[in-house]
Structure formats: C-alpha cells, structure tokens
C-alpha cells in the first residue's frame, strides 16, 4: 500500500475539546522538563524537522523513538555511521522506506548524538492485519497494556472514522474505515510500546519523532502511556499548517508555512491506496 502522507502526517487532525498553548519555534529550545516529549510533525514539511531537531538539542534526550523505523532498523543507528547522512541512509534502505528525504531527519539524530535509538514502525503484513482483525489481535501479548482489548465507545469510533474518510479524501469504501482506525491504534501502540522500553533501558528523558496525529493527548500516544504508566510525565506538540479551529487536544502547538507539494488527494482520484 502507498503511504498516504494526508494521514500519517495528521494533517486530517479534528480538533476535539482540551488545553493546549500555541508557542513559537524559538520556544522548543527551551521545553518544560518531562520523562517523555511528543514531537508530532507533517513529515513531509522540512520546517518541522527543524523544529524538532531544535527541541532535541534542548532536550538532550536519553533516547529518541522513531515512527519512521522498524526497531531492526533503529539498531543499525550505531555510532560510527551517526555522523554520515548518505552512509546511515544507505545502511537504513531510507529511499525504498517511503517516508520522505533522510535528509530531513538526519539532524535530528545529530541534535542528541549520544541517545540510544529506537525504532516503533509497523510492518505492513501487522497493519493489514490491524486492519482485517482489529489491533489487539496484531498488537499481540501486551494489547491489554494499551486498552487495545477494549472496543472504542460508539461516539469516539464514529469521531475517527470520520478522520479516517477525510484523511482518505473520501476514498476508501465505508467498511473499510473502522479497520483503518485499528490500524492507527495498533501504531499509537507500537509507539507507546517503543517509549516504555527505552525509558526502561536509558531512563530517559526519551524524545519521540512521529506524526502529528500520533501525539494527540486525547485518542493517541499520551493517552496509551497515561493507561499503561500514569506517572509518566508527557509532554505533546503538535505542528500545522495553518491555525486549528477550536481547543487542540495538545499541550503545546505551533504553525508554520505549508511546505510545497502535489495535491494529497490525486492519488486516491488516480487509484492509489494508502499504507
């Protein structure tokens, strides 16, 4: 399946009721201490990765936690080819991967040279079968952990199947929507998942790439750690590209210029999917 940038960026974010502070650049250089920092994104617009290799460096996280890698991958983040873009991406397969130019990450990665990286991709085989089956079953073992076990209550299913048809452009026939929310839950998951391990390993504070989506306080990785470790403390930072209407379920969020690209929809118009 394409990878469809609309979703998995969060672009399709609906603002829901919370508190949340808009902030400028400047201002993630100087975060509040937390065990754990949401840095949520538009992965293909390269002002956000700047904006998180800036929180990165104020941070100075024991660990980073990577949507964009499997863990396999994060283990081939040594310290030797740390340094080099082209080796690292070369190493990582990076332009087979689907996401955008490695070049946009790679700073990130010098903004903390000595934390510990870890990879929370989903395989595509596990989101199809989040898809078919539903999260837990792909989650395995540890669903219980993350409420994967619990179906949505009626409202917040029709609330993100609602974003799932518009972050599909309308696209995707009708049932196939609830199974494209399993699929976002099992990645809230793996995220989740990823964090717990690297503060068991390093002790934190760990520092989270991932998109924008993902680091919603109300439907996403905040909400999985409050359930699994509530004495986490969990900052969350959205990035848009324009203004939000409403309350932005948030701690913190800022807003930037769009960055250029194609129209998102004319995939799904030409027969894409999305992955």
């Given at each position: 399946?394409?990878?469809?940038?609309?979703l998995?960026?969060?672009?399709?974010?609906?603002?829901?009721?919370?508190?949340?502070?808009?902030i400028?650049?400047?201002?993630l250089a100087?975060?509040?201490?937390?065990d754990?920092?949401?840095?949520?994104?538009?992965?293909?617009?390269?002002?956000?990765?700047?904006?998180?290799?800036?929180?990165?460096?104020?941070?100075r996280?024991?660990?980073?936690?990577?949507?964009?890698?499997?863990?396999?991958?994060?283990?081939?983040?040594?310290?030797?080819l740390?340094?080099?873009?082209?080796?690292?991406?070369?190493?990582?397969?990076?332009d087979r991967?689907?996401?955008p130019?490695f070049?946009?990450?790679?700073?990130?990665?010098?903004?903390a040279?000595?934390?510990?990286?870890f990879?929370?991709?989903?395989?595509r085989?596990?989101a199809?079968?989040?898809?078919?089956?539903?999260?837990?079953?792909?989650?395995?073992?540890?669903a219980?952990?993350?409420?994967?076990?619990?179906?949505?209550?009626?409202?917040d299913?029709?609330?993100?199947?609602?974003?799932?048809?518009?972050a599909?452009?309308?696209?995707?026939p009708?049932?196939?929507?609830?199974?494209?929310?399993?699929?976002?839950?099992?990645?809230?998951a793996?995220?989740a998942r990823?964090?717990?391990?690297?503060m068991?390993?390093?002790g934190g504070?760990?520092?989270?790439?991932t998109?924008?989506?993902?680091?919603?306080?109300?439907?996403?990785?905040?909400?999985?750690?409050?359930?699994a470790?509530?004495?986490?403390?969990?900052?969350?930072?959205?990035?848009?590209?324009?203004?939000?209407?409403g309350?932005?379920?948030?701690?913190?969020?800022?807003?930037?210029?769009p960055?250029?690209?194609?129209d998102?929809c004319?995939?799904?118009?030409?027969?894409?999917?999305?992955?």
């Amino acid at each position: 399946m394409k990878r469809s940038f609309l979703l998995a960026a969060g672009l399709a974010v609906v603002a829901r009721p919370g508190l949340a502070d808009r902030i400028e650049p400047a201002q993630l250089a100087r975060l509040t201490p937390a065990d754990v920092v949401i840095l949520g994104e538009v992965h293909d617009n390269p002002r956000h990765h700047e904006n998180q290799a800036l929180a990165v460096a104020g941070l100075r996280p024991a660990a980073l936690v990577f949507e964009m890698l499997t863990p396999e991958k994060a283990a081939l983040v040594t310290p030797d080819l740390r340094p080099s873009e082209r080796r690292l991406a070369a190493v990582l397969d990076w332009d087979r991967s689907g996401w955008p130019d490695f070049a946009m990450y790679h700073p990130i990665l010098l903004a903390a040279p000595e934390a510990q990286v870890f990879g929370a991709e989903v395989p595509r085989d596990e989101a199809r079968a989040a898809v078919s089956e539903g999260a837990a079953a792909a989650f395995g073992a540890e669903a219980a952990r993350f409420g994967l076990d619990r179906p949505l209550a009626p409202e917040d299913l029709a609330e993100r199947i609602e974003e799932q048809r518009v972050a599909h452009c309308g696209a995707l026939p009708a049932d196939l929507l609830s199974g494209m929310v399993e699929a976002q839950r099992l990645r809230d998951a793996a995220l989740a998942r990823a964090v717990m391990e690297a503060m068991e390993e390093t002790g934190g504070p760990v520092a989270v790439i991932t998109g924008t989506g993902h680091a919603r306080r109300d439907v996403g990785v905040p909400a999985l750690l409050a359930e699994a470790a509530p004495a986490l403390r969990v900052l969350s930072i959205g990035q848009f590209e324009a203004p939000p209407e409403g309350e932005v379920p948030f701690d913190l969020w800022l807003v930037t210029a769009p960055a250029p690209r194609p129209d998102p929809c004319a995939g799904f118009a030409e027969g894409g999917g999305a992955g």
